[in-house]
């Protein structure tokens, strides 16, 4: 599958799956003229009685000076337990779904969430995890090849990181976790250091996880690649359109079902209002406890949480069927209480109460591969999928079953796929076999048009004029879309803008900016911001800037004059987008005498 690596001297690259309950590291060890191969860290701290697991929970225990104490599997350990209580560490646990863009609809507010500590934002927490399990990965790689124990400053002074993130995660998003590197030293604060740091959505990492083990049938239908996580559920389309070299175009917008997306349920469901990855089934079971032993003393908080915890750690993991009963150990012999089936310590669930726990996940999956079935032309024969929550025998059956009437056949690979992500990371940096991707959303530039008295939009616009230095007039509040939604993308295509500058003095000719706007509501953009349904629906990516001050003494010579005699000048500028890798990339051009010249500085918000 790989080509032997050209480069001239060693080169490390890891790739981190930082997953709402568990995290994973792989690497791959590039050496001039060897065939890359991808290793998963295997062993960590805590973890040293569980030889081959390549996962640790993503929890952190900071004290109160918001001081990291314990991390991943190090969190388990008695001893930090202990402290941990006696000392009132932090607890911060499901940290990743602080990250959540503004625009995912949620019907819990981010305060129902565990807690960061009060001198950290989510930023901070993230380049601590980040730190910790680099510092793992150096452990375990030094550990297996002590020749590289010297090498290492060498290799992780120069080496790439991949990150994994949800579908629905953005560009705000990327410029956190790219900002988390660099605060937890992993990359310096330059263009050099930041060009380090890649990203891949858990949908594409997983594809090519699929592809490289040989699950995806090579026909000529388009298949689901479904990341079944702890927080979020992510689903993509993908065809298969050469097989040499094999490449793979997106067909239908990836879609991502959060921890906290909203919907409306009944029954347990309105408890919580919830729905996505495996958590939220944990979460369910937590509220459906407390309603059920409200009457017993084993309702009290510590009790409840104690048994939702053996829940998530054993039942929920073993669950088959509405015809299963589930025992739930966590107490002693003399824990009783037969009016609520508490009997020697555990706790009697019947199937019918464990299988509701699991439906809003179950029903959500089934309609988000409903929207890409329908979202695309192309006949769609199989779904697979990956993920911790993929090895819920119940949540697969249930699964299967209810796509069985849309003649989907569903895979699930034998190999571990909780590493999904974290290889398949490597695997998309190795050897990205995706050529094209579908917008999500529909992507604008804000602008004032010439205003044109002929035009009858412009005329109702008449209030909004304004005249620049050269006398000419504009309208306020135009929007102009650059990529509609739907829009197949690929990495090659180039998006351009021209916007033209008027200045009254050379010295305002410094810095030229342009902010990149989403649509986020159904159909297209309208032309105009005050045809918007809801401002709330145009929301700022990011900021393109660049530093155009060269351009002063070429203005210089020009001899341009307004009507009323006012002397200004003029340049063109154009803003430049790509939008079919997994980041987007943004450019500022303009021309100096017959030299293009462009840079760019994008600043998410």
């Known amino acids: 599958m790989f080509k032997p690596y ?45 030889a081959g697991s390549s996962r640790i929970p993503s929890v952190i225990y900071y004290d109160k000076q918001g001081l990291m104490q314990a991390a991943g599997a190090e969190t388990l350990l008695a001893v930090n337990t202990e402290k941990a209580e006696d000392e009132e560490w932090l607890k911060v646990q499901w940290f990743k779904l602080h990250m959540r863009p503004k625009s995912m609809p949620v019907s819990l507010p981010i305060s129902a969430l565990p807690p960061l500590p009060s001198q950290k934002n989510i930023t901070h927490v993230f380049a601590d ?20 124990t010297g090498m290492w400053p060498t290799l992780i002074a120069d080496a790439v990181f991949i990150i994994g993130h949800p579908n629905g995660w953005e560009g705000a998003q990327q410029s956190k976790l790219r900002r988390s590197a660099i605060l937890s030293r992993l990359i310096p604060n330059t263009p050099e250091g930041r060009a380090r740091v890649k990203f891949v959505t858990e949908g594409e990492a997983s ?17 689901i690649i479904a990341d079944l996580g702890g927080g979020t559920l992510d689903f993509s389309a993908y065809k298969l359109t050469e097989m040499q070299p094999l490449c793979a175009d997106e067909v239908a917008p990836s879609d991502c079902l959060s921890f906290f997306n909203e919907v409306s349920f009944t029954h347990i469901e309105m408890i919580l209002g919830i729905l996505g990855g495996s958590t939220s089934v944990t979460q369910r079971a937590e509220a459906f406890l407390k309603q059920k032993l409200k009457d017993s003393k084993y309702g009290a908080d510590e009790f409840v949480d104690l048994i939702a915890k053996r829940f998530d750690e054993t039942a929920k993991k073993v669950f088959r069927s509405v015809d299963d009963v589930c025992l739930v150990t966590f107490g002693t012999t003399a824990d009783k209480d037969l009016d609520h089936n508490i009997r020697g310590g555990k706790m009697r669930l019947s199937g019918q109460e464990v299988a509701p726990l699991f439906e809003p996940s179950v029903r959500s999956a089934v309609a988000a591969i409903c929207r890409q079935i329908d979202s695309t032309d192309n006949e769609i024969s199989s779904v697979y999928l990956v993920g911790g929550f993929s090895a819920s025998p119940y949540f697969t059956t249930v699964l299967k079953k209810r796509l069985l009437k849309f003649h989907i056949d569903v895979n699930i690979p034998d190999d571990q796929t909780a590493k999904a992500v974290a ?19 529909s992507y604008c530039l804000g602008g004032s048009p010439f205003f044109n008295s002929r035009k009858i939009e412009h005329i109702k ?84 800037s660049a530093d155009v001050s060269s351009l002063r003494r070429i203005l210089a010579k020009q001899n341009l004059y307004a009507p009323d005699g006012t002397r200004y000048w003029n340049y063109d500028a154009d803003v430049i987008l790509l939008f079919g890798g997994p980041e987007l990339q943004a450019q500022i051009a303009w021309r100096e005498n017959v030299r293009v010249c462009s840079e760019f500085f994008l600043s998410n918000v």
Request: hydrophobic share 35%; net charge positive.
């Open 461 to 544: 616009r008449a209030d909004s004029r304004y005249s620049n230095p050269s006398g000419d007039m504009f309208v306020r509040g135009g929007l102009f879309t650059i990529l509609k939604k739907d829009t197949s993308v690929t990495e090659q295509t180039v998006y351009r803008e021209t916007f033209r500058q008027d200045v009254e003095s050379l010295a305002s000719v410094s810095t030229f900016t342009a902010s990149v706007l989403v649509y986020l509501g159904t159909g297209y953009p309208p032309e105009w911001k005050d045809e918007l349904p809801d401002k709330k629906l145009l929301k700022k990516l990011c900021t393109v």
């Open 129 to 148: 995890f980040l730190t910790y399990l680099s510092s793992c990965a150096q452990k375990f790689i030094c550990d297996a090849q002590a020749s590289l």
């Open 207 to 223: 594809l090519h996880y699929c592809i490289r083990g040989g699950m995806v049938a090579k026909n000529n239908d388009a298949f």
């Open 423 to 441: 290889d398949g990371a490597l695997l998309f940096y190795l050897n990205n076999f995706v050529s094209s991707r579908v917008a999500k959303v």
């Open 6 to 50: 050209s480069g001239s001297s060693k080169r490390l690259v890891l790739a981190f799956d930082v997953g709402t309950t568990f995290s994973g590291v792989s690497f791959c060890i590039l050496d001039p003229g060897e065939v890359p191969v991808i290793r998963s860290i295997t062993k960590y701290p805590g973890q040293e009685h569980e």
